[in-house]
């Protein structure tokens, strides 16, 4: 037998080790497309309903939120976590209110508090808003807005309450969870909530 014979191969093993090699690729760009690389940085809270406080756009007023939950627990500033309820965002004014943006300093002028209820805990909540600290020493008109988020984004309560002066506070809404999730009582029958320190 000669060399050249021993090493001569047959076209139906070149096809099967061709497709060998072809399946091989497909499934490892298939598995790199089932793994995606996860993206940094990026919070999907869950939330069945979110409480914002805003109030007008470049204030230096510092207004703070106060919510009871159904457990007697309270969420502001400086308890930011209660159960299912979370302070996702404490506004001061003015205060910490810049962002860099390609290399400038930019101002936000929003002025808003953000309380998330992230799961359904049957009971009433009351929410009551303090006038902290005051740089213009006026009233200031604070907007309440309860919205229910899952199925669908409803809004359950839109109001406004009027703080006149630094160390004000005011229930703006009492709100009852029924077990099945429904908002119900809501009234403004007032209760202090602020722990004077």
Known sequence: MRTKDRFRSDPFTDLLFNALLGFTFLFLV?????????????????????LTITWKDNSPDDIDVWVEDPEGQLVYFRATEAGLLHLDRDDRGLVNDTIIINGEEVQNPLNQEVVTLRGVVKGEYIVNLHYYASETNKPVDVNVRLAKVNPKLEIVYYGTVNLQKKGDEKTAVRFSITRNGKVSGINFLPKPLVIVN
């Open 30 to 50: 298939a598995i790199m497309f089932m793994n995606p690389e996860a993206k940094t940085g990026i919070i999907d809270p869950k939330a069945e309903y979110i």
